[in-house]
């Protein structure tokens, strides 16, 4: 739906010289400065080799994790910050890997490339078995292969064959790639129609149907070719674990043992090691936040996030360290210029991110704004982010109309080529104008798409303006997300550099314009879009 | 230099209809009963899956191998082909990988990907050591890191940057990219300048530098990113032996470890683990032939080969399954049409091509034509083909006039796109006509260029016509070539499979065409080139 022509303020000041917004309000002698600090005193890498080299991969409450939360609310005291805190939010173990390995034993002898599933137990030792393939998405399934799994190793996924990538991996946005962003998405405050009952049921009656079996252990194939591995998994939850093992293998090998199971006389079987930890000494996960005081007394503030949390197959660098040390950097940026905001510009680091945005939700939720219980026992002790959009009316806190700007940035580490205006055409010649500094920098794009999938989100729901920075792709999609090679190698330097600069520059606009930036009003249950809702 | 369009016959008769060689030399009646057999019936993939699945990878003298020799021999008898022989030429040791596994245990513990460097000597057990990064090219650098390496795991490699890639990993030829292949290459019959003792000495002085510095084991980087690997080596010779172990690790393993040995205080600690065999029962390696012995008793034949051995990354799939099956399955489609071809035609299964064309060497070198020793003791003592460029003059054996045309397939699975006539004008046209039944399955071109690297090279060196294919090179380059990705999925059957057709069907007109194919002079040293050689 390309409503952009009629509806986007961005486009007209796009093909127009931008006069509709007095440009007194940007503060080009402070961009000067940021730009100076951003780019000759640099410290984004350094914060981003820390985040991935020395700490690695940062499940939520893994050790590793505790580690980035103690370093980076360290690093914002150092640098002078105010208010850094850890603010805890109650989410479940933590999980971390020690070792792991996977070797063919039949029908000869392979070192697998494999990975443990997060949330799954470890094997104890190593474990073997025949491997069967015994393809399973919903419980149907399970009726077809009762019986035949005691002892075994069962490999889970319907093999696919191999990729054929036909586009380059690494790529920057071009204008005509840019001008295709701004589409205008209606807004769609409407309940989900799942039941929030059935979220991740699958994976519960899977591993309570393998136990039954007496399986080894399951094995899943790798989403991705080239050897490339992710174990992202679920079973945080206190009352909700895993009791099967589970890991994943590269993709090529998980099919050769998928072949070889189809011959008569050359059966693989699978020798796994597993040793993992859990972590249940505080089940509470924390987001690190931390504040440049306003010299006003409204109580207003802007906000500039990114989740500190990643998965754990490699060292969660364009996902999300990247974000993290842009955002850190932006906060020592305009910490070392000395600023003096008018409105307060508070840093967050969010956790619980990958399974489920669980750190912004609870932010909103405690300061920001919460909703209704759903008054049915069952629904309303499950976790928050799995009823949030059922729940009317949205209920807001004394802190509500505070929150006056949330930027967000987690795509990758390319550069900023523009903001999402997230259908708030108000704000969008205002960005428009913000960014004018910055087209020699390559961003340009005011768009007026609503973005999704990260930690804006859930200010958007309740109709805080939350904000997506868009960022050139480079290889994020393509073989970084998620993936074993998530690692310091593929983040680049002066994109970040470039998008900490950007970050400064907008979190200060935000935090000293007149007026605070336009928001759409506070959304109220949508009415049925389609009358038959079947 | 570009001189096509002047001497390329194959340029003008792709301008204008195929009018200047008579058409009735193709049988299009046998070609209709190839393209059944090798559509309709086709066993190209069993094969294929048999040697990457079932076999795996093939080092030369590995117990994979010799098991690969008997498989593909047994095939051939199967398939009742005659004269089925594993030629046997002095190679040196084998060398096959039980397991093996590396783990930083410091700053941080995590499990990396590596694999034993090909024919260096196992761990004996889990070894560790700190890091020192000591990047050595020349035993010049050898001063920089004297009496810092013992108890060390020395890395040997300059780390580089990450890379960035904008190109798409897998493609197809255009007609364009046809075009531009269409290019000759001058004759270059002259010696290389390089002294053939000095080859590979760095390998051999490194190994003693660190054996003398009492390092624990060399690391390399993987020369592609993503994290694959290669493991490719020298040692193989029974008077040129590895004393330490040797390692390469994926590229953004290695470079975190390359950044933190940079730090004060997080230097990484490396606990390497590598189990290997070396098979000395039997030094020499074996070509395997089998043949469709000819009606005539002219002792002419025509010859089909790609090598069968591969690196042990993973199953040596594109490199060289994929024309190893193709050679096969024309021997086998050919035998399946119960052909009695006028010249006999041989089918050949090199070995040792990976560590320099061995296997097709020796067979030129016993059956073709050998040249004259140097009279040097020290230089006559080297093995054949460190030496075979610079002797002089060529002395035919006894067949040199019978191998009438050598056809070699080795450049992963892509289908065949033409073939280069390797500087041949007088064959070109004949091979624009053999192909003209086949410009629909997408094998349009003849290239006049010369292509190396693989085993026609030395029966082009001695001047018997040996041509390679043109293929699409699908992600051969990209990703797949020696890689730890190099298996079954990577393998295209349709591809194959018209490979193979065109394969059968050049060696059934080879062998039945009235005329032997036309072939150069036979070499002589030729004049200087450059009167100043310095």
């Known amino acids: 739906m390309r409503l952009a022509a009629l509806l986007s303020a961005t486009a007209i000041a796009f093909a127009l010289p931008a006069v509709a917004v007095s440009a007194q309000e940007v503060d080009r002698v402070a961009i000067n400065r940021i730009i100076d600090q951003g780019f000759n005193h640099s410290e984004v ?38 208010n850094v805190r850890a603010d805890p939010f109650e989410f479940g173990r933590g999980w971390s890997v020690v070792r792991s390995s996977a070797r063919m034993t039949a ?122 591995l992710h174990g992202n998994g679920s079973g945080y939850r206190m009352d909700d674990q895993r009791r099967t093992p589970g890991m994943e293998l590269a993709a090529e090998d998980y099919r050769r043992l998928a072949r070889l199971a189809l011959t008569e006389d050359a059966k693989p079987t699978l020798e796994l090691m597993s040793e993992v930890r859990f972590h249940e000494e505080d089940v509470n996960a924390y987001n690190i936040l931390a504040d440049i005081p306003g010299t006003d007394r409204s109580g207003e503030y802007v906000m500039a996030g990114a989740h ?67 008054g049915d026992a069952q629904l309303d002790a499950l976790p928050n982010n799995r009823t949030w959009r059922q729940r009317w009316p949205i209920q807001p806190r004394d802190g509500y109309g505070d929150l006056v700007a949330y930027f967000n940035l987690d795509n990758g580490s390319g550069k900023i080529r523009g903001i999402n205006a997230e259908g708030n055409v108000a704000a969008a010649p205002i960005f428009q104008e913000w960014l004018e500094p910055f087209h020699a920098m390559g961003a340009t794009t005011v768009s007026m798409r609503t973005s999704g999938s990260t930690d804006h989100v859930y200010m958007q729901t309740v109709g805080v303006p939350g904000f997506q920075f868009i960022q050139d792709p480079l290889d994020y999609g393509a073989r970084l997300h998620h993936t074993s090679i998530d690692s310091y190698d593929h983040m680049r330097a002066e994109d970040l550099r470039q998008a900490a600069v950007i970050m400064a520059a907008f979190l200060l606009q935000a935090a000293n314009s007149d007026e605070p930036l336009p928001r759409m009003p506070t959304p109220t249950q949508p009415r049925p879009t389609d009358p038959f809702p079947y």
């Open 45 to 82: 890498m350094d914060t981003a080799a820390y985040l991935t080299d020395r700490i690695g991969g940062r499940m939520t409450n893994s050790p590793q994790m505790r580690q980035a939360e103690a370093w980076t609310a360290q690093r914002f005291r150092d640098w002078g910050l105010s």
């Open 308 to 374: 500190l949390d990643s998965w754990a197959a490699s060292d969660g660098a364009v996902d999300n360290a990247a974000g993290s040390a842009v955002v850190m950097e932006a906060a020592r940026i305009l910490k070392a210029m000395g600023v003096r905001p008018k409105r307060t510009i508070r840093f967050a680091l969010w956790s619980g991110e990958e399974q489920g945005l669980w750190g912004s939700l609870a932010y909103v939720d405690k300061y920001v704004a919460t909703r209704a219980a759903l």
């Open 107 to 228: 029908p000869r002898t392979l070192d697998l490339r494999a990975i443990p599933i997060a949330w799954t137990p470890g094997t104890n030792g190593v474990v073997s078995g025949e491997v069967v393939v015994a393809p399973m998405t919903t419980a149907a399934d399970f009726a077809k292969w009762r019986g035949k799994l005691s002892g075994k190793v069962v490999l889970v996924t319907r093999p696919t064959a191999g990729s054929e990538p036909t586009e380059a991996p690494f790529r920057r946005l071009t204008e005509e790639d840019l001008r295709d962003l701004d589409t205008y998405n209606m807004p769609n405050h409407a309940a989900p129609s799942t039941n929030p009952l059935r979220e991740l049921e699958f994976a519960r009656q899977m591993d309570a149907f393998l136990q039954e079996e007496g399986a080894v252990a399951w094995v899943r194939m790798s989403a991705r070719d080239g050897g490339l």
